[in-house]
């Protein structure tokens, strides 16, 4: 909390000293603070005082500001429509392709191509070059910005390629190895170019059993690849193995995230990213997936219709419909989110991946049904008096559950089967099922037992 309310002090400061056009020492405050400080003041500028600031920057500094943006989260079209094609061509030359052609993808498509032509004609070519790319691929996440070398130079001679590129590679931790056509051999990493000697051949030295991509290899994939080789970068090529950029933790990190508020908004039938306050738009956004529930829930309650001639013979069944149906939807959520999660992670190797999670979660759920189910039978028995009650409820609760658990595995896997995401399964959707076999469940296995209800 303190260190919030000093960044605030500091951005009342450093805008008095914009306004009073304390040109030297807001320059000298302003670039002492670091890049993500300087990126909240800017998104903290109204747009007379972005004018000044502008004035104030050069465009590689403004360049290391728009680095950090995540296209997704902030809406650059008003900073592009404050500033020249020229100076706004100038600050994108200085952004990683990578992010350059995320930002760009963005705009209208006559302001992109407005300022890719007033961009140097080789970063232009790069970013055009990414922006081919199908979105959530490693072709339209990677970055052209990275270190290779050649097998047949030397440690010493590698190096001196390495300081020359450093500055505009986006990592060195990782050197890639080619041949004379620009084909990926292997890699060395920074550490093993330290410790070696100057006179060594890289050719000695690198490693050839590398991990690397196909250019249109889904993201999700992707970020399965860091996540079990622990890697910082990962080298993407073409179908000629040529090497044509890398892909990097940063940008799997926002991968990972968009994936995971994907998912949940999947689970929960809603939109997590979107923030907006505004009601209207968020009722109307929420509004098509509650009507088609509701059309859904009509099947519950016209299940509950038709066994009302034995609800009104034995009106204690109607004590634990929403019992039953509340913990067989909780069961069937949990069972989903689990199923979701196996496919995003499953091994691709395993051609029987999916039978065993079925499996895996019917026994879940005949385990969790049978200890749920006595545990209301001994609630029901002692409470009511009524041993039969207690059976006939326990079972409903068993029989409720499993089936719950099985469908919260399957509808997972059948989307997927379909090409669509596992995620859309929703939590709500799952619940709603739930409750429409959990009723045609309970009054069935009721109804047999109904003489001893009277």
């Excluded at 098509?288 to 034995?314: C, E, Y």
Aim: some cysteine; charged content about 20%.
């Amino acid at each position: 909390m303190n260190e919030e309310i000093n960044f605030e002090k500091n951005f009342v400061q450093l805008k008095e000293l914009l306004k009073n056009n304390n040109i030297n020492e807001f320059r000298e405050s302003f670039l002492n603070h670091h890049l993500y400080d300087q990126s909240r003041f800017f998104l903290s500028l109204e747009p007379e005082e972005r004018l000044e600031f502008y004035s104030l920057m050069s465009p590689k500094e403004i360049a290391d500001i728009f680095d950090l943006f995540d296209s997704d989260d902030i809406d650059i079209n008003p900073f592009v429509d404050e500033m020249s094609k020229e100076y706004l061509g100038e600050i994108f030359d200085s952004i990683y392709s990578d992010n350059a052609a995320d930002l760009l993808a963005n705009l209208e498509p006559e302001t992109m191509k407005e300022i890719l032509d007033s961009m140097d004609a080789e970063e232009s070519t790069e970013v055009k070059r990414i922006l081919h790319y199908d979105d959530e691929t490693a072709g339209a996440i990677m970055t052209t910005e990275f270190v290779s070398i050649v097998a047949n130079q030397t440690v010493r001679s590698a190096m001196t390629v390495l300081k020359a590129q450093a500055e505009e590679a986006e990592t060195i931790y990782y050197v890639y190895v080619i041949d004379s056509q620009n084909r990926l051999l292997g890699v060395i990493s920074l550490r093993a170019l330290i410790t070696s000697h100057d006179d060594t051949l890289i050719g000695d030295i690198y490693n050839d059993h590398i991990i690397k991509l196909d250019v249109n290899e889904d993201q999700e994939k992707i970020a399965q690849y860091f996540r079990d080789y622990d890697l910082l970068a990962i080298p993407v090529v073409d179908t000629d193995n040529k090497l044509i950029g890398i892909v990097t933790v940063d940008d799997i990190i926002d991968v990972i995230d968009d994936e995971a508020a994907s998912d949940y908004s999947g689970l929960a039938g809603v939109d997590t990213e979107d923030v907006s306050q505004n009601p209207w738009q968020a009722a109307s956004k929420r509004l098509p997936w509650l009507i088609a529930l509701l059309f859904l829930g009509m099947g519950t309650a016209s299940l509950i219709n038709h066994f009302d001639s034995l609800v009104s013979k034995a009106s204690i069944l109607a004590v634990f419909i929403s019992l039953i149906t509340g913990t067989a939807g909780n069961a069937g959520t949990q069972s989903l989110a689990v199923a979701v999660r196996r496919l995003a992670i499953r091994d691709e190797e395993k051609k029987n991946s999916l039978m065993t999670m079925i499996l895996s979660e019917l026994i879940t759920g005949l385990i969790t049904g049978l200890v749920t189910g006595i545990t209301i039978f001994i609630v029901v028995s002692i409470w009511k008096h009524n041993m039969m009650l207690g059976i006939a409820v326990g079972t409903a609760m068993f029989c409720a559950i499993t089936v719950a658990n099985l469908a919260g595995s399957l509808i997972p896997i059948l989307m997927e089967k379909l090409g669509f995401d596992p995620a859309v399964a929703s939590g709500p959707f799952i619940s709603t099922m739930s409750d429409l076999t959990s009723v045609f469940i309970y009054f069935n296995i009721a109804s047999l037992f109904m003489h001893y209800f009277n």
